[in-house]
């Protein structure tokens, strides 16, 4: 039977509690200097000989005695004799005995017979490197706790060190639960997910410093979950159960953890990431982490880094924050705290951020993210053009060259933003599909550096201008045609109900999948309503948003939907058929001020090339006859 466990507990309780409950006892070894990269110190290590061992020329040249040199100046060169009184060295060379400085090459005059002239005089110990410059035999060279980096590996080498005893990875064992899960390299059937979470979780864990092993796939099953997590404890330090943590009739997790050990909590107060386990068996602990991947990697970096770095005896690492001005309103849930991904790119003097996808399961806002905002537990979310703070992923340098593109999704975009990052690899591009009208607003704003926009003004019959005055009167903006695309109707392989006009979408009743408020794809659909003398209320499913060409063919595909509107390259991506129905304009809008920079230069120059323009048209439905031209 179903029953629910979930708690609401704060995360910072939770991992106070958590802490203070478990352990990870550590273990030593001995490894090769050369291999120990990255590996934490056990013990401080002193150097065992110096460097240099010896006194070592610092300089190519001659070894002199400095107090015969003394009595040297331009008005009274002196000329020195080989062997006597001086030696030929060169950099690094041991020092002869009874010489203690070494003048340059390039301040001697060579004279024959093998004779040298100077007119400066040497002073003691000049460009010589003394017995221990470097290391001396018997100091520290890195204290216990200590993360090598490459130049102490380099410091041990010298000082003499060349095995050094290290703090073993603390081992750590994931397990995949879940009956529908399969090994991401096997054929998926409907109702199968891949197994990519494990390969992010043991990823995460190697870059903390722990060794994972993943075990193998385990179906919902008590009584295999229970030898999973029994077997694995054996071996590891930590344990960490993937899925099945929920409320569900087949998660088992907390019953198996429970059963053999303790369950210390339940549920965190948190979104996403709420079905978390924390919990004991046999005195190591164990995680139960949601199914969900971006529940699952924030809630392993919340509870199973901390416990590493406190095995390795390190602090656990602060992301940097910046200062961002918020493009749009993020509201949250009081009682919850949030963290929510997102966009930042510099845009006329001041950081923007705009909120991605905040769906548990979309890996995808996890890539595209450039920070984090955490909306405290105590409040409703943030109001736009409100200043926050974001934690961030990617240094603040690199977001000074971060382009925010808002307004219509077309896959040109992405191509847009690959192209640009080989032609320059400081900019990025990052999208944002608010719909054409989203996009016009963004850049009226400040909040965007550039929109795709696709709007027919039914009036003039003209796209893109006419919204453009009436929503940014007075203001210098440009427009600079992208492509012309077809429109049409996407629907499943073979066009089973021959849809060919607008009017068999009512007549049928079929399942239709629409674009969001904004979209010029949705303006567009109202048009065709309208001509054809219909109403919303006559198309079943016109309520139904997606903010993307790609998820309208996604819907088609999955047969959640019968028919959409898009583009022929999104009905091409998922194997569906495409019935063309109009040619339409789409262009970007830029800001001046954007429209004034290199990046900009960089991003119309690319526009205007002809390699990028064959690229697009052989996507098909799109034709570049005017791409990079102003409108």
Not at 15 to 38: C, D, H, Q
Not at 442 to 457: C, K, N, P, S
């Amino acid at each position: 039977m179903r029953k629910v466990y979930l708690s609401n507990i704060p995360r910072q309780d939770a991992l106070k509690k958590f802490s203070a409950a478990v352990e990870m006892p550590r273990r030593t070894e001995f490894g090769i200097v050369g291999n120990s990269t990255g590996r934490v110190t056990a013990r401080p290590v002193f150097a065992r000989l110096s460097m240099p061992g010896y006194h070592a020329a610092a300089m190519d040249g001659i070894a002199v005695q400095a107090d015969k040199t003394f009595s040297a100046s331009d008005q009274n060169p002196l000329i020195l004799k080989p062997e006597s009184d001086f030696r030929n060295i060169n950099t690094g060379g041991a020092m002869p005995a009874g010489f203690d400085a070494v003048i340059k090459v390039e301040d001697i005059h060579l004279l024959e017979g093998g004779r040298v002239e100077i007119l400066a005089p040497a002073t003691p110990w000049q460009h010589v490197r003394a017995v221990g410059e470097d290391v001396v035999a018997g100091e520290l060279v890195v204290p216990a706790g200590h993360r090598l980096r490459p130049p102490d590996l380099g410091v041990l080498l010298a000082a003499g060190i060349t095995e050094i005893e290290l703090l073993e990875k603390p081992r750590v064992t994931i397990i995949p639960s879940g009956s529908e899960v399969i090994d991401p390299g096997l054929d998926r059937e409907k109702g199968t997910v891949p197994d990519f979470n494990s390969t992010v979780i043991a990823s995460y864990l190697l870059e903390w410093g722990a060794e994972p092993v993943v075990h193998p796939i385990v179906p919902d099953d008590v009584r295999m979950i229970r030898g999973a997590l029994t077997a694995a404890l054996k071996n590891s330090d930590l344990v960490i159960i993937n899925a099945g943590s929920s409320a569900g009739e087949k998660d088992f997790t907390y019953r198996v953890i429970e059963e053999l050990g303790e369950v210390f909590l339940h549920g965190i107060a948190t979104r996403p990431g709420k079905p978390t386990i924390l919990g004991q068996v046999h005195g190591k602990p164990v995680i139960g982490l949601p199914g969900y991947p971006v529940s699952a990697y924030m809630s392993l970096e919340w509870f199973a880094r901390p416990l590493i770095c406190r095995y390795l005896g390190l602090p656990v690492p602060q992301r940097e924050k910046l200062e961002a001005t918020l493009g749009r309103r993020v509201v949250s849930e009081v009682g919850v705290e949030e963290f929510v991904r997102m966009t930042v790119g510099h845009v006329g003097g001041r950081y923007i951020a705009n909120p991605l996808n905040r769906g548990a399961g979309v890996t995808m806002s996890l890539v595209r993210a450039d920070g984090l905002l955490v909306i405290p537990a105590n409040t409703l979310g943030f109001e736009q053009d409100e200043i926050v703070d974001i934690e961030l992923y990617r240094p603040q340098s690199e977001l000074r060259h971060n382009l925010l593109a808002a307004g219509s999704h077309d896959l040109i975009i992405d191509l847009l933003g690959t192209a640009i990052k080989e032609r320059d690899p400081r900019i990025s591009l990052s999208s944002a599909h608010l719909g054409s009208m989203g996009g016009i607003s963004a850049v009226g704003r400040g909040q965007a550096h550039l929109a795709g926009v696709h709007l027919f003004d039914p009036e003039t019959k003209d796209y893109n201008r006419p919204y453009i005055n009436k929503l940014l009167p007075g203001q210098e903006v440009h427009l600079v045609n992208l492509a012309y695309r077809m429109q049409g109707w996407i629907v499943p392989k073979g066009n089973p109900d021959r849809v060919s006009a607008i009017k068999q979408l009512a007549d049928l009743k079929l399942s239709f999948i629409n674009r969001q408020r904004g979209a010029g794809t949705r303006i567009l659909f109202d048009h065709l309503l309208r001509e054809a003398d219909l109403s919303p209320a006559n198309i079943y499913g016109y309520e139904r948003e997606e903010h993307t060409h790609l998820n309208i063919a996604a819907a088609v595909a999955a047969g959640t939907a019968r028919v959409g509107l898009g583009i022929l390259p999104a009905a091409r991506a998922f194997d569906l058929d495409f019935v063309p129905l109009v040619e339409e304009r789409y262009d970007l809008l830029l800001s001046n001020s954007f429209f004034n920079s290199p990046e900009a230069e960089t991003l119309l120059e690319i526009i205007r090339d002809r390699n990028f323009k064959q690229q697009v048209e052989a996507m098909g439905g799109y034709s570049m006859r005017d791409a990079g031209k102003e409108q």
